[in-house]
């Protein structure tokens, strides 16, 4: 018998970790590789858990590598593991499913991104150009050590995470859109999002984020962690920052 998956739904908890995005953009010889590396060791400095995304019309794979062969092969997905791991995915991907992986796998502070300069995220333009999200301009050329940490100061107060989407209005704006850009002009904060608080429990259903108001997240994470808590878990249960539930609508043929 064979069995296909027909849906995949994906309930996440976790505790509290709220993961913000930063783009830098520009075109090609403006220093935007520079200026990651450099917002990157300055929020390290202070702390922070920080992952990177580079954009790129070029393959990371190289010819005649083991990896390439298996891709060459056919493979879909190929992982390599050794000192350290990667992924290989034949296929392009878009950025929020990127984000949303990467929030799976890792506890993140901040995803820098370089490049993707048509997304709806707060975004440091290495040229003129500058749209509703851009939170300022920067010459990279002529800056100076000392100029790094008001630049990181800027992005700790104008940053936020993933959009919820809800637009419940709780926030005093029509739609999380019009709360993010306001955060990019310096005239909210992430904090007045009345969501925030309520975003340990994620939805998806495919690569989909559906939205949650209060009630039903409540009501999730308490069913949810009143079940596991019966199970025989051991410590580990008790003390995991983050439970998954998978639900795969299957269809046999």
Known sequence: MKVRLKAFYLISLRKGVFMKILAVVG????????????????????GHQVGTIKHTHHDFDLQGKDTWKHREAGAKMVVGSGETTFFLVNEKTELDKILKTIKNIEELDY?????????????????????????????????????????????????????PGANCGECGFESCLDMAK???????????????????????????????????????????????????TGEAGKSAPKIEIIIREVEGS
């Not at 590396?37 to 390290?44: R, W």
């Not at 925030?196 to 009630?215: A, C, H």
Request: hydrophobic letters at 35%.
């Open 27 to 46: 075109t090609k010889n403006t220093g935007k590789t520079t200026l990651v590396t450099k917002i990157v060791q300055e929020m390290v400095k202070r």
């Open 182 to 232: 306001a955060i990019i002009s310096g005239n909210t904060s992430e904090d007045s999002c009345k969501m925030k608080k309520f975003r340990e429990v994620e939805l998806f259903m495919g690569d989909e984020n559906i939205p949650l108001n209060p009630f039903v997240q409540d009501f999730i994470k308490k069913s949810v962690t009143g079940m596991v808590s019966s199970l025989k």
């Open 111 to 163: 995803v820098v991104i370089e490049g993707f300069k048509h997304v709806d995220y707060p975004k440091i333009s290495t040229t003129p150009v500058k749209d509703d999200f851009t939170i300022t301009n920067v010459d990279v050329f002529q800056m100076g050590p000392e100029d790094i940490v008001p630049l990181v100061d800027l992005v700790e107060t104008r940053t936020y995470g993933l959009i």
